[in-house]
């Protein structure tokens, strides 16, 4: 199928005005584009004003499906208590119950997995992938300054702390090069696209600001389980440990942040921003909501139902 929105900027004779999308699949290739290109450093343009035009036509329609993504969550979302303490308790809990959660496709990965079925769904993640990085940078705008600093220190290890090599994004690119994994928007299913989707518009709208803290968070909690189960399978598969080091990395680290990231980010924002409770709980369970409907789509990829 072929995009609706060009991923370049000087192309605006392609598309004057942002069309309205009929499924599911076009409306995340064109909201995949859209974020590629609001993303991407550029230089001013003599049509910026139709630009404009398109955009606010985009941020419709993603507002639209955001709302829609947060409807589905509001009712378990308004059950977390506004106390500290008792939030993140269930904020914790949700690594257990939440969406998604003990799904069999990583045991599956883990220990069955083909090469061919391992480069398929790595293909997915990397496509998946919103850059943790940028929306935690993005996020953290005018925080206050104790959240602010442990969003700040969680950028810092997720950029190396300031060394090349130890940068994330480049080590998940580094085992995409040697695997010849090469994810393609027009091929890769579109829940991945969503999940990437999810994460950029939350950040990039600052109504949904703690929607982002809770999204971010809920990566950081339910993460390093299932990323020790891509290494295992890896390393079954024998690709070496240098290669495999993203996810190594992220079996341990992730569990350092998720800590930090409950004591430091949410429970001071639950204690000033009461009201902020439903919002973080909403985006955590909006971001696992997410990442259960990728499963199941890679699961029945493999055949496993």
């Given at each position: 199928m072929n995009m609706e929105v060009s991923r370049s900027?000087?192309?605006?004779?392609?598309?004057?005005?942002?069309?309205?999308?009929k499924n599911t699949v076009s409306l995340h290739r064109a909201l995949a584009s859209f974020n590629a290109r609001r993303l991407a450093p550029a230089l001013p343009t003599a049509d910026w004003r139709?630009?404009?035009?398109?955009?606010?036509g985009m941020l419709i329609i993603e507002g639209d499906w955001l709302e829609e993504e947060r409807a589905r969550q509001t009712p378990r979302a308004a059950t977390a208590p506004a106390d500290p303490d008792a939030f993140l308790a269930w904020i914790e809990d949700l690594e257990a119950s939440g969406p998604g959660q003990g799904?069999?496709?990583?045991?599956y990965l883990a220990e069955r997995a083909t090469l061919d079925e391992m480069r398929w769904f790595l293909a997915q993640e990397i496509s998946g992938e919103a850059g943790f990085e940028d929306l935690a940078a993005v996020t953290q705008v005018r925080l206050p300054a104790r959240p602010k600093l442990e969003v700040a220190r969680n950028y810092w290890d997720e950029m190396g702390r300031g060394n090349a090599k130890g940068?994330?994004?480049?080590?998940?690119n580094t085992l995409a090069?040697?695997?010849d994994v090469a994810p393609l928007c027009d091929t890769?299913?579109?829940?991945a696209a969503a999940?990437?989707?999810l994460m950029a518009g939350l950040a990039l709208n600052r109504r949904y600001a703690y929607h982002s803290l809770g999204a971010l968070g809920i990566i950081e909690q339910t993460a390093p389980g299932r990323a020790a189960k891509v290494s295992l399978g890896l390393r079954r598969l024998g690709v070496a440990a240098k290669v495999r080091h993203y996810f190594d990395l992220h079996a341990v680290l992730d569990v350092k942040h998720a800590?930090?990231?409950?004591?430091?980010?949410?429970?001071?924002v639950v204690e000033t921003r009461p009201e902020a409770a439903a919002a973080i709980a909403e985006g955590a369970l909006m971001r696992l909501h997410c990442g259960e409907r990728c499963f199941s789509r890679y699961r029945a990829q493999f055949g496993l139902g």
């Open positions: 900027p000087s192309r605006m004779q392609d598309h004057p005005t942002a069309p309205s999308y139709a630009w404009l035009s398109v955009d606010a799904d069999p496709l990583f045991d940068m994330h994004v480049p080590m998940l090069a040697a695997l890769d299913v579109w829940e999940l990437s989707n800590a930090a990231w409950s004591a430091e980010v949410i429970r001071p």
